[in-house]
């Protein structure tokens, strides 16, 4: 049974930073390939990044050149740097892996982009 914690979000202007975190636990986490998804209100969860077990990372559009994933496989964690934060990245964030992702989501992590 895979648990997944993710933290780190919070309240921030536009132009501003958080670094976000999920610690895995109960699965192979060095062999998957990782994701950070984000669901605002009134919409479908969405893809933000993924990261391979080699550090091969990719990118929605959306986030491209402000957003970055890492992962440390000694850890079981998952992270994303997100720089120059816009409104519209406002949403609950969450990890899981990117294929297949596991029924046991976590319960996310706020991120709010307001002046």
């Known amino acids: 049974q895979v648990q997944l914690v993710e933290s780190g979000g919070g309240l921030v202007q536009p132009g501003g930073s958080l670094r976000l975190s999920c610690a895995a636990s109960?699965?192979?986490?060095?062999?998957?390939?990782m994701a950070w998804y984000r669901q605002a209100p009134g919409k479908q969860r969405e893809l933000v990044a993924a990261?391979?077990?080699?550090?091969?990372?990719n990118y929605a559009d959306s986030v491209k050149g402000r957003f970055t994933i890492s992962r440390d496989n000694a850890k079981n964690t998952v992270y994303l740097r997100m720089v120059s934060l816009k409104p519209e990245d406002t949403a609950v964030y969450y990890c899981?892996?990117?294929?297949?992702?596991?029924?046991?989501w976590g319960q996310g992590t706020q991120v709010t982009v307001s002046s």
């Open positions: 990261i391979t077990p080699g550090g091969i990372t």
């Open positions: 109960g699965s192979i986490f060095s062999l998957n390939v």
């Open positions: 899981n892996r990117k294929n297949n992702p596991w029924a046991s």
